[in-house]
T-cell receptor, first 113, second 116 residues
Framework: NAGVMQNPRHLVRRRGQEARLRCSPV?????VYWYRQLPEEGLKFMVY????????ESGMPKERFSAEFPKEGPSILRIQQVVRGDSAAYFC???????????FGPGTRLTVL | AQTVTQSQPEMSVQEAETVTLSCTYD???????LFWYKQPPSRQMILVIR??????QNATENRFSVNFQKAAKSFSLKISDSQLGDAAMYFC?????????????FGKGTKLTVNP
């Protein structure tokens, strides 16, 4: 069984560019969570999605950040006009229901030059 | 809002010895989950152990066990017979059981070093 897959594993962008991070949940999991980890910090919740719906985006910055989980295909976290402060590791987690353990992907490390 | 506090930024243990990592949390909820995740240098987040708040019995997974003190809001992780592969960052996390958004709230982590 494949676990949560994230790509790319490493992404380098220049200031002002767009970053697209992809997450394929465990097969059969319909709940996806995105977290951000700044250097030397714990993970911070960003957004929780079910298929085609955003359930909770309370941790996501209001501007430049968006997320989707379409009926078909991976979940996408999109960051427009990246700034240096966006440099971090972005983790995706999935669960089969909203009361189950969340299983994490390997993360995408975003570096903004 | 729920908070999770890990008061030990770093800990070290000799191989084969036992070490305990501390975690306290603050919540007004009565029904919730607590977790310990391990993050080795590869950065992968690996679930170590999970505790359901309504269960009085402490969770155990092989060499890993917890001491869950609900009244004190304390959730410590004990690693017995420490191995070199246990070296990692350890994160304590809280999650509400029900209510719509079951996001994890993490502590800042404890870096565990295992000395040969």
């Amino acid at each position: 069984n494949a676990g949560v897959m994230q790509n790319p594993r490493h992404l380098v962008r220049r200031r002002g560019q767009e970053a697209r991070l992809r997450c394929s949940p465990v097969k059969g999991h319909s709940h996806v969570y995105w977290y951000r980890q700044l250097p030397e910090e714990g993970l911070k919740f960003m957004v929780y999605l079910q298929k085609e719906n955003i359930i909770d985006e309370s941790g996501m910055p209001k501007e430049r950040f968006s997320a989707e989980f379409p009926k078909e295909g991976p979940s996408i976290l999109r960051i427009q006009q990246v700034v240096r402060g966006d440099s971090a590791a972005y983790f995706c987690a999935s669960s089969p229901t909203n009361t189950d353990t969340q299983y994490f992907g390997p993360g995408t490390r975003l570096t903004v030059l | 809002a729920q908070t999770v506090t890990q008061s030990q930024p770093e800990m070290s243990v000799q191989e084969a010895e036992t070490v305990t990592l501390s975690c306290t949390y603050d919540t007004s909820e009565s029904d919730y989950y607590l977790f310990w995740y391990k993050q080795p240098p590869s950065r992968q987040m690996i679930l170590v152990i999970r505790q359901e708040a309504y269960k009085q019995q402490n969770a155990t997974e092989n060499r890993f066990s917890v001491n869950f003190q609900k009244a004190a809001k304390s959730f410590s992780l004990k690693i017995s017979d420490s191995q070199l592969g246990d070296a990692a960052m350890y994160f304590c996390a809280y999650r509400r059981r029900q209510g719509g958004s079951e996001k994890l709230v993490f502590g800042k982590g404890t870096k565990l070093t295992v000395n040969p």
